[in-house]
């Protein structure tokens, strides 16, 4: 199992709900716990095992309801009055759609409900992330070409 099948087994436990997944293969051991808003959201725990282990997959324990919403408020007393836009998905955050094309947006640039801020490449797929809300960009907070996380934020927006 790769990084990428790790990246996209904790994007499904996420999505799912479960709050707890473990994962038991020949030579590895995983165990993806989620928590509920206001604490951790993804904590994994990858193990080496000897060999001679035999494969088996325990279902969730239990299900939560909710995992973080794509945007929701920062907790700083300065950004306090900007609304967060988070990545949905574990990937690669790509300002433009292309290397030779513009990027999706700029610091001071409006935007509304719907419009494309960026794509984040998982398991050669791009995704469009769309704004939630609208407004004006205050501060981008990745740089392009990174990886992100599940829930890390990306932008800044002005509602006003």
Known sequence: M????????????????????????????ITIK?????TES?????????MQAAPQMIAPQAVSPAVSDTVSAPASDDNAKYITVKSPIIGTFYRKPAPDKPMFVEVGTTIGKGDVLCVIEAMKLFNEIESEVSGKIVKVLVDDSSPVEFDQPLFLVDPS
């Open 2 to 29: 790769d990084i990428r099948e790790i990246q996209n087994l904790i994007k499904f436990v996420a999505k799912s709900g479960a709050t707890e997944v473990k994962l038991e293969m020949d030579d590895f051991k």
């Open 34 to 38: 989620t928590t509920t808003e206001g």
């Open 42 to 50: 993804t904590t994994t725990y990858v193990q080496q095992m000897p």
